[in-house]
Each structure stands twice: as structure tokens, then as C-alpha cells.
């Protein structure tokens, strides 16, 4: 199969890069754990190692994500059919993307200082879980 390669490729490098970032991520807790009789004075607005790395996860995550829809949406177009496509997984996938955005949206603070800050910190899952709901709703107009 043409190309196989450079997806086992790609797929042996995702796993490995994961694999590293577990790795950082449980050494920063680890580290975290055993700071935490110091107190370290920060703002709140500034972000310690491991809240950057969750943005990171999130917004690799987040291009992953989405990016997995158009591979499917331009064969769907290329061959002008759905053959072979589940509805199903499309249709569930759009329900838990559609019920986890709004559990995101449904949580928000009802204070306007706080609202801000918290749409900063789950954006990376919004545009996720909304962006892909949108990917969807083109793959289900195909159908």
C-alpha cells in the first residue's frame, strides 16, 4: 500500500512523543509533590510548567483532532460517496462532541473577570470539540 511507511512512521513518532510527555508531565507532578512544603509566590495570572504543558497537550491535541475529519470529508468528496463510511460513528462522535462542548460552555462563571480567564484556559478543548462538530455536520450532509 503506497504510503503505508510514512504512516507507520508517523503513527511509531506520535507514540513515542506521547510517551515523553507522560514522562515530563509525571516527573513535573513528582516534582511538584515534593516542593509543595515551600511556598512559592506567583500571580495568577502566570503559568507553572505543568499548566503549560496542559495547554500544549490541549492544543496539539485540538490540530489532531480536527485534523483527523478531512482526511474522510476529501475522500468522501474524491469518490462522490459515503460507501463504506459509519453514520453511526459520526453521528455519536457529534453527540459527545456537541454534549462535551456544552458541558464546557454550561460550567463557565457567572462572574465576567472569571469567564475570561476560564474561556483562555478551555479553548483549546472548545475549538476541539466544537471545531469537529462542525467537520461532522459536512460529513452527515454527504450522507
Partial sequence: I??????KNFCV?????CIALCVILACQLLLRSQDQSTVIE?????????EMS?????YVSC????????PQLYKNFRR????????L????????????????VLKMPASESFRTLYFLHHLPWLIGSFGVL???????FSY
Fill in 42 to 50: 506567583r500571580s495568577d495570572s502566570s503559568l507553572d510548567m505543568i
Fill in 2 to 7: 503506497p504510503g503505508s511507511k510514512s504512516l
Fill in 80 to 87: 462522490r460517496s459515503t460507501e463504506g463510511t459509519s453514520y
Fill in 13 to 17: 513518532t506520535w507514540i513515542i512523543v
Fill in 134 to 140: 462542525f467537520l461532522d455536520i459536512f460529513v452527515s
Fill in 63 to 70: 490540530v489532531f483532532y480536527l485534523g483527523s475529519r478531512f
Fill in 54 to 58: 496542559g495547554f500544549i497537550c490541549g
Fill in 89 to 104: 460513528l459520526f453521528a455519536l462522535a457529534m453527540m459527545g462532541n456537541c454534549t462535551y462542548g456544552l458541558s464546557l
